[in-house]
């Protein structure tokens, strides 16, 4: 048993194709790395909002927010 | 013609490793950049030489006997034979110098076959895999940042760099190495070679040096004592990816013939290798390198929640992650590697800074200790039943023989580290005073500043008309 079907090396390399494990599971590959992909960008924009929606919150009065100005921050 | 093809081989060989090693400098930049951005300022200067010194004297010890280790050693010695004759890597043997394909009546110790071979890369060869060696030493040299001496570092960077890091090179990363052929071992971008001795390491020294001063409240919960300045940090950490490119091509053989590979492979085709003499393309780690490291990124961003410093520190851990298969994995696979092993490293780092009151300042054991002991793990399950060489007899890559392998590698670093430090502790030489720890380790440094800063200005003032 081997996961890319290869289990020695005594071949002619003009004869061997793909080396990767798990061949034939790529386009279930591609839809759990789109899955990931797409699960980032909705995990981040929630994290982003909580963040904003804390930044709102800070600072009410304004006196970090004017002395970051004057620090020119 | 065949002559002058094995002679255009060669040179090409000498090429490529010598610029591999120009890339690879570009790690030492980023480690001096992130270390010196992580430490407060009064710890600047130090903290640079530190890391700094690392370089010369790993330099100097492995052309004296970390080279040689390499060639004499991968049958342990004691598990599969003796120590192997290398004359060509002994730092007295004329091919450790400028040498060109012939043998002088008077040279002794250099054969002709020898000299064939090394003439040209003797030198690029010790110079690639020495850079490796800095690497090693230098992952241990940012934890310890801002209490421990410089000279005990120094002490443990020789050791690990020119000792241990080479010896497990030599078992477990050469063709003929006795975990390779026994175990099947397979770590082709050294996950465990390189990152999780040198994160064993870490964790060694940390124990026994201790968490820096106001880094745990009186309760034991942890303070965190942040970045002076986390972008030079971030910049250190892209330098050190970038220089991970020349790491990773100096992993491999760039252009060989099967016949003289004299393994098992048959045919006329010519091709790249990695270090076992497996047949891999640089196409290959071109995809799986840059798969692993997004899926770091994407992964630390998303666990740190967008924290600069873990979302570089996840890529590079994911790069390590996946660094044991990446000759073989697919690029989706090497991502997924990538994004979920940086992520539990994460975790760890701070269950293992709660609950053992360890001040890691850079992360280093959860990065390349965790991430490189994970990273063989997982290729041993991933690369079942592959073959782990092109030579007959040798194990197939498998979960057990890589586990052992990952746990031989942490614990080549862990425990020689411990014991060092350890002796150096008792003679008082491990950590510097409290006191000194308080006014900063660049305290006279910095005192010495001010004086000539306040006399030039004084000097200057009094010109004014």
Known sequence: MSTNGMTSWAVDLKDVGAIYPFQGWEVVLVILGFAFWIGWHIVQTRQENAEIAADMKADRSGDETRSAIDRYY | MGDQLNALTTIFTEFYYWVTIVIMFLIHVGFCTYEVGVSRRRNHLKTLMKNAMAIPLVTVTFFFFGWWIYFAFPNGPGIMGGLIPAPFAEAWNPLMGPHLSGVNPTETGVTPADALIWHRLNGVFWGAF??????????????????????????????????????????????????????????????????????????????????????????????????????????????IYTGFWGFYAACNIPLISPATIAGQITGDTWTA?????????????????????????????????????????????????????????????????????????????????????????????????????????????????????????????????????????????????????????????????????????????????????????????????
Request: aromatic share 12%; with cysteine; net charge neutral.
């Open chain 2, 130 to 239: 020495l850079l490796f060696s800095i690497t090693t030493a230098s992952i241990v040299s940012g934890s310890i940042i801002e209490r421990a001496r410089s000279g005990a570092f120094w002490i443990i960077a020789v050791l690990l760099g020119s000792v241990l890091w080479i010896l497990d090179a030599a078992w477990g990363w050469h063709p003929q190495g006795w975990m390779v052929k026994l175990w099947g071992y397979h770590d082709a971008y050294a996950s465990g070679v390189v990152h999780a001795i040198a994160g064993g390491a870490a964790l060694a020294f940390l124990i026994v040096l201790g968490p820096r001063i106001g880094k745990f409240r009186a309760d034991g919960t942890p303070r965190d004592l942040p970045p002076h300045n986390t972008w030079l940090v971030c910049i250190g950490l892209f330098l």
């Open chain 2, 273 to 465: 290798t990695n270090i076992y003499l497996a047949p891999t393309t640089l196409s290959a780690i071109t995809f799986n390198f840059l798969m692993a490291l997004s899926g770091g990124m994407m992964g630390g961003y998303l666990i740190s929640k967008g924290d600069p410093f873990w979302t570089f520190s996840c890529g590079l851990c994911g790069v390590i992650a996946a660094s044991a298969g990446n000759d073989l994995y697919h690029p989706i696979q090497a991502m997924l590697i990538g994004a979920i092993v940086p992520a539990i490293c994460y975790k760890l780092h701070y269950y293992v800074e709660r609950r053992f009151k360890i001040d890691d300042a850079v992360g280093a054991v959860a990065v390349h200790g965790y991430g490189g002991f994970l990273g063989v793990v997982v290729a041993g399950f991933m690369l079942w039943g592959q073959p782990s060489s092109p030579y007959e007899g040798f194990a197939h890559i498998n979960p057990l023989g890589n586990f052992a392998g990952a746990c031989l590698m942490f614990l080549l670093g862990f425990i020689p580290t411990l014991i060092a430090c350890k002796i150096m502790n008792g003679m008082g030489l491990l950590r510097v005073p409290a006191k000194v720890e308080l006014e900063g380790v660049d305290f006279a440094i910095n005192q010495a500043f001010e004086a000539s800063v306040r006399e030039v200005g004084t000097a200057e003032k009094a010109m004014i008309k």
